[in-house]
């Protein structure tokens, strides 16, 4: 249906920079709450994909230089586009995805040390029970230099994550944790944390360099974080 769809709303009010096509109106698209307009109908990005993608496009060296690329749990808006780049060593992994190259547990992974220059890892940790493990694991496997953008749900107004395994009722944990297989809400303290392994990390607020023209024609989430990780 997605064609169709993509077909139907076209227009030129908005814009996914993914794909480069504009819409009359995104999509809605949320658990606990949903939110209008958000989900992109080509290539079914959210904020959080066009915020990543413009970083890629405008900040980095990640479409030309040559790079060794891990992906994890890798999104269907960005995999295909990123096999085709000639520049790309890249591989995808995931527990239980289909379209993974490499399953793998995130707390076990089986490369070697400094194995990549660049991992993308965009809502993962906030289903992983043991997050230290897996972000030791990120830092491991990451050369020297490299970056990872670690992206999660993160809560602004909270100062510290907060967890509670108690909670089992499904509609109740997708009620406070967004979605009811999250099994925290992060707060501000993410950032500390992704440093406490060994990271150098910048919560950077890409929207501050954009206009507000650009980031209502893109429909981004002014003030996301992206958590810019080097080592």
Known sequence: MRPFVAFFLRGNTYTDPID??????????GYAKVREN?????????ERHRLFWLYLKNETTFFSAPLRVLHFAPEQAFVQKFK???????TTTDLNS?????KADICDLPFKDNSFDFI?????????PDDTKAMQELYRVLAPKGTAIVQVPYDAKLSTTFEDNTITDQSERTRIF????????YGMDYFKKLASVGFDVKALDYTATLSREDIECYRLCRGELLPVCKK
């Not at 480069?20 to 698209?29: A, D, M, Q, T």
């Not at 958000?38 to 959210?46: E, N």
């Not at 289909?98 to 490499?102: E, G, M």
Request: glycine content about 6%; charged content about 20%; some cysteine.
């Open 84 to 90: 085709k780049q000639k520049n790309l060593s890249y």
């Open 38 to 46: 958000v989900l992109a109908p080509g290539t079914l990005s959210l």
């Open 20 to 29: 480069g096509k504009s819409y009359r109106r995104f999509l809605p698209y």
């Open 178 to 185: 967004g979605q009811y297989d999250h099994l925290r809400v």
């Open 120 to 128: 993308i890892c965009n809502h993962v940790l906030e289903h992983i």
């Open 98 to 102: 289909p379209i993974a190259d490499v």
